[in-house]
Every structure is written in C-alpha cells, then in structure tokens.
C-alpha cells in the first residue's frame, strides 16, 4: 500500500481535514499547509499531529512518536530513526540507561513492597540494538523467553539451583517508557524465581505478559504518568489479558492476582472467575504478607545521590531520579509533592516546590 493510496484513503473517509485559513503549520516541516492535511497521533506524548500531504508521503519514520522525520533527525546504527525532539529526550548512553533500570527496579520495590521484591544480584542488564532484539525473536530458547518490541528476558538455571536473569532492552527510549520496559521485563525474572517449573509450563503466555505489564503499569501509575498507563492499557500485545488482571487488580487485590499467578490451577484469568480469586486479607498467608508494612518515605526531602557526567547528571532525591528540569512526584512522611529539578550541580540540586515561591538547595550529606 503506497503512501498516494494511503492518503486518499483518508480523504475518503474523511481522516484528512482541510487546512484552515489561519496559517496551520506541517508539524513535521514547518511549512505553511495549503490545503488538506493528515492528523496523526504521537505515540511517545500522545496529542494529534498535523502533516501535510507532502510529508505524509516520507518513508522514514521516528521509532519512538511513529511520526514522520525529514529534517534534523537522528538515524541510529541499527537504521531506526528519531525525530529531534525524541532524540533530545531519549537516553543515549548504556549507563544512563541502566541507571535508570535500577531506578525502575527499586521504585517498583517501593510500590509494591507488600507483595514481591523484584532480584537483583542475580540480572544482568544489557542494552541493546534493533538487530539485537530481532535475532532473539529467531533463537531456538525465543518460545521459552519473553521478546517483545522494547525487551526481552532469558532466564538460565546454574547448578545449584542458582538462575541467572538476561535482561536485554533496546536503546535509545524515553524516560518513561525505559522505565516501563524495566518492569515488564524485572517481572518476568521474578516469575522465574518464584513460580514452581510445573507452574511457568501450565500458563497462558498472554496472561504472564499481562501480569508483567501490570506491574508496568502499577509503576507508571505511582509516577503520575498517565499516557505511558493508557498506552500500556491500549497495547494489543497481551490479547486483552491486561483489562482481566486490571479488573483483578481492582476488585481482589494485587496480593490475589499475584497468588494466583504463583499457585493457580487455570492456565488463563477470565473476567467471569475474579469472585474466585482469594481476597487479600483472607487466610494467614494473605494476612502475613499484608502485615509487612512498606519501608517509610523520609519526612524531608533527601539528595541521596548523584551520577552522570556533563550535560547528562541525574540526582536522586527521596527515592526518585531526577533529570535537570524534570518534574516528577515524590514521597515525604505520608503524603508527596511535585517538585522540578532546575539544575544539578557537584554536590547539590537546586529544585522548585510546586506552590512554593523560593527555590530550594538541597545538599548531599556531609559535603557542606
């Protein structure tokens, strides 16, 4: 199907609105649109683009927002390509990439801290190109490993009942959806540990991927990012299994979904037998766990630590990683705040409370 077919589709069924007569601009080439034009959805941020009929027509397309690039993009060595804002915002070294792996891990830890800690001596975490990820989809031990578009996982048992988790995820993602892809794949090395051999055999593949993308989206929802929880919800790659344990989720408890997912005798949750699944606070078991409370927030606001080097620093505060001029939420006491980070400097962050007039320095411990 060739880009003209494509764009008369559109027309046809009235997917391309006319241009309006106050000057509307291509999003892609900046030009003054004349006529009809297309309107696209931006899959990194969400929103509609509008594309002129011109631009519609280009082959080359950013692998992060799906739109299309035509000038000052980025063109990876594996052949993807970023448009400049995805570039700019994407995490472009290895370390900064795992760095935010351990973030992801450890936050995921935080939120779900009742239930499951997630390894972490026993991963490795490589990152990786597209080729990378396609040869993983073709070696013999793929319909024993997760692959998917942004990740994958190989779990490997060592004599001596060891494992060792291979965790690989493709470079060059947003923040946000870097910190998805941890969790989805993590999860996938927390079932390799905690579910009997017996257990992984008997269920259904889209319902592990589901529950992988639960904890996902658990993770995103604790961080506030709402379009990275939809995106999760929308994505066919679990064949609707995701609605199932979301509703599971919801009316039983994420303790029963993830006792089900360990001891269950079906291979698949159906919407129809959530009454069926134990509700958290029943039996000792249940109660045991859920009487574990969650490791306290601090009280104040905390520079924990900083890493990176020249225009790429990121400081942890709390238990948040922060970029210079990220805003993102963060834990104090009971309750938390937004707060942005302006600036990172060699021992101190200067950041804005939401609501507050004065900024705020904050300094590692012991470096005044």
């Known amino acids: 199907m060739n880009a003209r077919w494509i764009i008369a589709f559109f027309l046809a069924f009235g997917l391309i609105s006319p241009a309006r007569a106050d000057a509307l601009r291509c999003d892609v080439c900046g030009r003054i649109i004349?006529?009809?034009?297309?309107?696209?959805?931006?899959?990194?941020?969400?929103?509609?683009?509008?594309?002129?009929?011109?631009?519609?027509?280009?082959?080359?397309?950013?692998?992060?927002?799906?739109?299309?690039?035509?000038?000052?993009?980025?063109?990876?060595?594996?052949?993807?390509?970023?448009?400049?804002?995805?570039?700019?915002?994407?995490?472009?070294?290895?370390?900064?990439?795992?760095?935010?792996?351990?973030?992801?891990?450890?936050?995921?830890?935080?939120?779900?801290?009742?239930?499951?800690?997630?390894?972490?001596?026993?991963?490795?975490?490589?990152?990786?190109?597209?080729?990378?990820?396609?040869?993983?989809?073709?070696?013999?031990?793929?319909g024993q490993a997760c692959v998917s578009v942004f990740g994958a996982t190989v779990s490997n048992p060592l004599p001596g009942d060891r494992i060792i988790h291979s965790v690989s995820i493709i470079s060059h993602l947003r923040k946000s959806r870097l910190m998805a892809v941890c969790a989805h794949e993590y999860t996938h090395a927390w079932l390799g540990q905690n579910l009997s051999a017996e257990r992984r055999a008997s269920l259904d593949r889209d319902t592990v991927e589901a529950f992988c993308e639960l904890i996902a989206y658990r993770l995103m929802e604790s961080r506030g990012e709402t379009f990275e929880m939809e995106t999760i919800k929308k994505n066919a790659y679990t064949k609707g299994q995701i609605d199932v344990l979301l509703a599971a989720d919801r009316e039983r408890g994420f303790y029963s979904v993830m006792e089900w997912m360990q001891t269950g005798a079906d291979a698949k949750m159906d919407t129809a037998n959530l009454g069926t699944l134990r509700p958290p606070a029943d039996g000792v078991a249940s109660a045991a766990i859920l009487s574990v409370p969650p490791p306290p927030a601090p009280d104040v606001l905390v520079l924990k630590g900083i890493?990176?080097?020249?225009?790429?620093?990121?400081?942890?505060?709390?238990?948040?990683?922060?970029?210079?001029?990220?805003?993102?939420?963060?834990?104090?006491?009971?309750?938390?705040?937004?707060?942005?980070?302006?600036?990172?400097?060699?021992?101190?962050?200067?950041?804005?409370?939401?609501?507050?007039?004065?900024?705020?320095?904050?300094?590692l411990r012991d470096s005044r």
């Open 307 to 363: 890493s990176g080097g020249g225009d790429r620093r990121f400081a942890l505060i709390n238990n948040v990683t922060f970029a210079p001029l990220e805003s993102g939420r963060v834990s104090i006491g009971q309750t938390n705040v937004t707060i942005q980070c302006l600036e990172i400097r060699s021992n101190s962050v200067v950041i804005q409370i939401t609501g507050a007039k004065a900024k705020t320095e904050l300094f």
């Open 34 to 142: 004349q006529s009809r034009y297309l309107i696209m959805p931006d899959q990194a941020v969400g929103g509609k683009k509008n594309v002129c009929p011109e631009c519609a027509k280009l082959v080359e397309r950013c692998s992060t927002c799906g739109l299309p690039v035509k000038t000052n993009y980025t063109t990876l060595p594996d052949g993807r390509y970023l448009c400049a804002r995805d570039a700019a915002e994407s995490i472009g070294t290895d370390e900064e990439a795992k760095q935010i792996c351990d973030q992801a891990r450890d936050e995921v830890d935080r939120v779900l801290s009742r239930y499951l800690t997630l390894p972490e001596t026993n991963v490795l975490v490589s990152i990786v190109n597209r080729f990378y990820l396609e040869n993983l989809f073709r070696s013999p031990t793929a």
